[in-house]
């Protein structure tokens, strides 16, 4: 562990200084600007859209790539404007946002549990906010609505209880990860529960949401989760430059004038909040918030946590893994968690093989 | 771990003098004591109470009576109980020992869920149905798992922290496999669904004598395994100025925790923290030793694991909670607790 922190704790040498620029206004404001950084993320969201326009076109209805665009933008005629915009725009608006808040709220807790594995679904925040639907399901036979709510409730205590039972004069992210896998030990303990004591349908319909799908999601879910990304993203992005020199170490960072504890909590409630309201609206889709920030590191080979980048490739990936589920399954016949969470353990194994090479994990 | 047991370790290498070995031993006895006092009530607590002396009826005089049909029917639960209990207790303190991590435990190194998704591999697509059968499939996956997880956390430069994650993240991923393949395929969401918690309830004679000798097989392997894993705990260097044979032993434990955990998973489901609360409650007051620690934990573990079943058959009643699920409410806190008290360094 003691070598493992150091070499984490070694400021990585800023690769290709040479993109990296800086823009000066005469005031004297300074922002750093990496060129490459930027062409990812302009890339990035290029895929997401083409990739949501490409599910927007699939289905039992097919439509042209073209006529999409053009009844996106208010040229189409009356039958694509039904189907574009009234079935299917919200269930693709509703990934993109999901894969959008689960990118960044990995990115979030992976650069303070200063681990790549330390992502929500490992540390339990995924078993919780399932345990709290399951409670509306099983129990309650609970409507849409109210598994919705008893989703984002459950993630939101076990954020909470992860945190203060992590707490020990501030929080480190070996502790943050230990206790996660322990709440999720319990979590996981209780939703087995649940299910055996379901009854057949609603068993099913519980496995079903445990995997996360985006089958049946309307402009009701797609208004909340703007609102909430749309608070928190702003958030999160004004105390990155803290989050940076975080990853420097608690004392560095303290020395350079960043109050590390408030940092860190802005930053871990506005995650929870992030992956707690993502899952109450998709299910815990797994993996996404595990392998979109490594996988946005990797495009932008740029050390710090790439907030931005892995906001943009979480929802590029989840849009395309539901198209990819229902290209390769038809529709509606397995859920885009199946996809994601087969695809992502196999990169989660790439992933462990490499990380354990440069022993970073 | 290694740090705080320093003093005690070197207290054991002179001969631990008599008073010591006899108040061990009797401790010993008293955790038997304890364990058949838990047995009885395993026989006697559920749907239907029975007195002690209607237990001690079905047991030595059983002559047909409604109170005996039932001591016979948790009577096969009571054994398998006794028997897993003893084999995740002996397979958790052989992992600590082996990997030199207080935190090694069969459920967390994802060494359950490897068995778990070859079992239901085997049973789902391959048609296997006898617990004989898809035993060896629990093997497989326990092993394949357990190799891979020792590999990924570091091999011998693993910390607690990237072998738990490296676990939790295969375990994560192998549940998703289990989970798609409830959705795809509704006869197995039926059956497997009670299995993937962890119960007693399944347990027949049939059940015990199947997995039967492949526990002994392990309990033995391991017990025998106490001494030169002592020295493994030692550290490579003195080990090997011990003269121990490191990569004979590591092998032989790695098969022994394969095993005892396969054939306890198939015979169960997963059912975690059991050998890792056990080992650690043990060693406060055994110290370091695993020839002292390695016959308590076989002889206490199937005493939290049928006291866990006993308190799922008294809330639920007259139905009942699975044992997994009652030792992982009780486990992670006491993880969480032992993850709070230790300093970084010692982690």
């Known amino acids: 562990m003691r070598t493992a922190e150091t070499t984490e704790k070694t400021p990585q040498a800023p690769t290709g200084t040479g993109r990296r620029r800086a823009l000066r206004t005469p005031g004297g404001l300074s922002v750093r600007l990496d060129t490459r950084a930027l062409v990812v993320v302009v890339l990035l969201l290029a895929a997401a859209f083409a990739a949501s326009v490409v599910l927007i076109g699939t289905g039992d209805f097919p439509i042209s790539f073209g006529d999409v665009v053009k009844t996106l933008f208010g040229e189409g005629n009356p039958g694509q404007e039904l189907v574009v915009n009234e079935l299917r725009l919200p269930r693709v608006l509703v990934g993109l946002l999901v894969g959008a808040s689960l990118g960044l709220g990995g990115a979030l807790f992976q650069a303070v549990s200063r681990n790549p594995l330390g992502s929500p679904d490992v540390l339990g925040l995924g078993q919780g906010a399932t345990a709290g639907a399951l409670v509306m399901i099983v129990l309650f036979s609970g409507t849409t609505t109210q598994v919705t709510v008893g989703a984002l409730v459950g993630g939101l205590v076990t954020g909470a209880a992860i945190y203060l039972l992590a707490w020990k004069r501030g929080v480190h992210g070996y502790r943050l990860v230990l206790v996660g896998i322990g709440v999720s030990a319990v979590a996981s303990a209780v939703n087995g529960y649940l299910i055996?004591?379901?009854?057949?349908?609603?068993?099913?319909?519980?496995?079903?949401?445990?995997?996360?799908?985006?089958?049946?999601?309307?402009?009701?879910?797609?208004?909340?989760?703007?609102?909430?990304?749309?608070?928190?993203?702003?958030?999160?992005?004004?105390?990155?430059?803290?989050?940076?020199?975080?990853?420097?170490?608690?004392?560095?960072?303290?020395?350079?004038?960043?109050?590390?504890?408030?940092?860190?909590?802005?930053?871990?409630?506005?995650?929870?909040?992030?992956?707690?309201?993502?899952?109450?609206?998709?299910?815990?889709?797994?993996?996404?918030?595990?392998?979109?920030?490594?996988?946005?590191?990797?495009?932008?080979?740029?050390?710090?946590?790439?907030?931005?980048?892995?906001?943009?490739?979480?929802?590029?990936?989840?849009?395309?893994?539901?198209?990819?589920?229902?290209?390769?399954?038809?529709?509606?016949?397995?859920?885009?968690?199946?996809?994601?969470?087969?695809?992502?353990?196999v990169y989660l194994l790439w992933l462990l093989v490499t990380e354990r090479k440069a022993g970073r994990i | 771990m290694l740090v705080d047991s320093v003093p005690e370790q070197r207290a054991e290498r002179a001969p631990a003098p008599p008073t010591r070995r006899a108040v061990r031993s009797?401790?010993?006895?008293?955790?038997?004591?304890?364990?058949?006092?838990?047995?009885?009530?395993?026989?006697?607590?559920?749907?239907?109470?029975?007195?002690?002396?209607?237990?001690?009826?079905?047991?030595?005089?059983?002559?047909?009576?409604?109170?005996?049909?039932?001591?016979?029917?948790?009577?096969?639960?009571?054994?398998?109980?006794?028997?897993?209990?003893?084999?995740?207790?002996?397979?958790?303190?052989?992992?600590?020992?082996?990997?030199r991590n207080p935190l090694a435990d069969p459920g967390l190194l994802g060494i359950n869920a490897g068995a778990s998704a070859a079992v239901v591999t085997a049973i789902t697509f391959l048609g296997v149905t006898s617990l004989t059968g898809y035993v060896w499939f629990a093997f497989l996956g326990a092993a394949a798992v357990g190799a891979l997880v020792w590999f990924l956390g570091g091999s011998r430069g693993a910390t607690p922290v990237r072998l738990a994650l490296a676990g939790t993240a295969i375990s994560a991923a192998l549940y998703g496999y289990l989970q798609a393949v409830m959705i795809m395929d509704e006869a197995a969401l039926a059956r497997m669904r009670f299995w993937t918690v962890g119960s007693l309830s399944s347990a027949t004679d049939g059940t015990i004598r199947q997995v039967?000798?492949?526990?002994?097989?392990?309990?033995?392997?391991?017990?025998?395994?106490?001494?030169?894993?002592?020295?493994?705990?030692?550290?490579?260097?003195?080990?090997?100025?011990?003269?121990?044979?490191?990569?004979?032993?590591?092998?032989?434990?790695?098969?022994?925790?394969?095993?005892?955990?396969?054939?306890?998973?198939?015979?169960?489901?997963?059912?975690?923290?059991?050998?890792?609360?056990v080992p650690h409650i043990v060693r406060s007051f055994t110290g370091p030793d695993l020839r002292w620690?390695?016959?308590?934990?076989?002889?206490?573990?199937?005493?939290?694991?049928?006291?866990?079943?006993?308190?799922?058959?008294?809330?639920?009643?007259?139905?009942?909670?699975?044992?997994?699920?009652?030792?992982?409410?009780?486990?992670?806190?006491?993880?969480?607790f032992l993850v709070r008290r230790r300093r970084t360094a010692q982690l």
């Open chain 2, 212 to 277: 039967l000798p492949f526990l002994v097989a392990g309990t033995v392997l391991a017990l025998a395994l106490a001494r030169p894993l002592n020295a493994v705990e030692m550290g490579d260097d003195t080990a090997k100025a011990l003269g121990a044979n490191l990569n004979r032993t590591r092998a032989l434990a790695m098969l022994a925790a394969t095993v005892l955990c396969g054939a306890a998973t198939a015979a169960c489901g997963p059912i975690v923290f059991v050998g890792l609360m």
């Open chain 1, 196 to 345: 055996t004591k379901a009854d057949f349908v609603d068993a099913a319909r519980a496995v079903v949401w445990m995997t996360g799908t985006l089958d049946g999601r309307d402009w009701k879910q797609v208004w909340p989760l703007l609102a909430l990304v749309g608070v928190l993203v702003p958030l999160v992005l004004t105390h990155a430059r803290g989050l940076r020199m975080t990853e420097m170490g608690d004392d560095v960072s303290h020395a350079l004038g960043v109050r590390v504890e408030r940092v860190r909590l802005v930053l871990m409630v506005s995650a929870v909040l992030l992956t707690a309201a993502a899952t109450a609206a998709a299910g815990p889709v797994g993996f996404v918030a595990l392998t979109a920030p490594q996988l946005a590191r990797r495009l932008t080979r740029s050390p710090g946590p790439n907030l931005v980048a892995s906001l943009c490739m979480g929802a590029a990936l989840l849009v395309t893994a539901d198209w990819a589920s229902q290209r390769l399954f038809g529709d509606g016949q397995l859920p885009v968690g199946v996809v994601t969470g087969v695809l992502g353990g």
């Open chain 2, 293 to 336: 620690i390695m016959p308590y934990a076989a002889v206490l573990s199937p005493v939290l694991l049928l006291g866990s079943d006993v308190i799922g058959r008294v809330v639920a009643r007259p139905s009942e909670v699975q044992v997994g699920i009652i030792t992982a409410i009780i486990g992670g806190p006491v993880f969480i």
């Open chain 2, 26 to 99: 009797a401790g010993l006895l008293v955790a038997v004591a304890i364990l058949a006092v838990v047995a009885v009530a395993s026989i006697a607590v559920g749907a239907k109470e029975l007195s002690v002396a209607q237990v001690w009826h079905g047991l030595f005089a059983d002559s047909g009576t409604y109170a005996d049909v039932v001591v016979d029917e948790r009577l096969a639960r009571t054994v398998l109980g006794l028997l897993v209990g003893a084999a995740l207790g002996l397979s958790g303190a052989v992992l600590q020992a082996l990997t």
